[in-house]
């Protein structure tokens, strides 16, 4: 369970993370920070091209940067978007659904307003490591 001055820490750092998002296209800047289990914080803000599809979310620059630097365990992240609240997209669920099923995520306004839930409720019945290897029964 996430105690409320954690929960403010990591929105405090994801908006910090949001000022630097490169959004020229959408202009919907989106911070994460992404909070590991020796309580370290990777940030990530979202980054576009003109390609869109080599564009990046805030949530999995955070994810991959805290990856790439040999972390794996992760215990909370928080996203904040604009005057409304976002949830993460489904690329990121199932990137995130890859480390910590369990894990809460803050999904947070610039009001500071905010709504908590895990990673399997977000994405619930997400493809894993199980599905991958799992036997195929004889017909």
Same mark, same amino acid.
């Given at each position: !369970?996430?105690? /409320?001055? =954690?929960? =403010?820490?990591?929105?405090?750092?994801?908006?910090?993370?949001? =000022?630097?998002?490169?959004?020229?296209?959408? =202009?919907?800047?989106?911070?994460?920070?992404?909070?590991? $289990?020796? $309580?370290?914080?990777?940030? $990530? @803000?979202?980054?576009?091209?003109?390609?869109? $599809?080599?564009? !990046? @979310?805030?949530?999995?620059?955070?994810?991959?940067?805290?990856?790439?630097?040999?972390?794996?365990?992760?215990?909370?992240?928080?996203?904040?978007?604009?005057?409304?609240?976002?949830?993460? @997209?489904?690329? @990121?669920?199932?990137?995130?659904?890859?480390?910590?099923?369990? !894990?809460?995520?803050? !999904?947070?306004?610039?009001?500071? %307003?905010? #709504?908590?839930?895990?990673?399997? %409720?977000?994405?619930?019945?997400?493809?894993?490591?199980?599905?991958?290897?799992?036997?195929?029964? /004889? #017909?």
């Amino acid at each position: !369970m996430l105690k /409320k001055d =954690q929960i =403010q820490y990591l929105i405090e750092e994801a908006s910090k993370a949001r =000022q630097l998002a490169y959004a020229p296209y959408s =202009q919907f800047p989106v911070g994460a920070a992404l909070e590991t $289990g020796d $309580g370290r914080i990777f940030s $990530g @803000c979202n980054i576009e091209n003109a390609a869109y $599809g080599a564009s !990046m @979310c805030a949530e999995r620059v955070a994810i991959f940067k805290a990856v790439s630097e040999g972390f794996c365990d992760f215990t909370a992240l928080a996203v904040v978007t604009g005057p409304h609240r976002a949830a993460p @997209c489904g690329v @990121c669920r199932q990137v995130l659904a890859e480390f910590n099923p369990k !894990m809460p995520v803050i !999904m947070a306004n610039l009001l500071g %307003e905010y #709504r908590l839930a895990t990673v399997s %409720e977000l994405l619930p019945d997400a493809f894993t490591r199980a599905d991958l290897f799992a036997k195929v029964g /004889k #017909r």
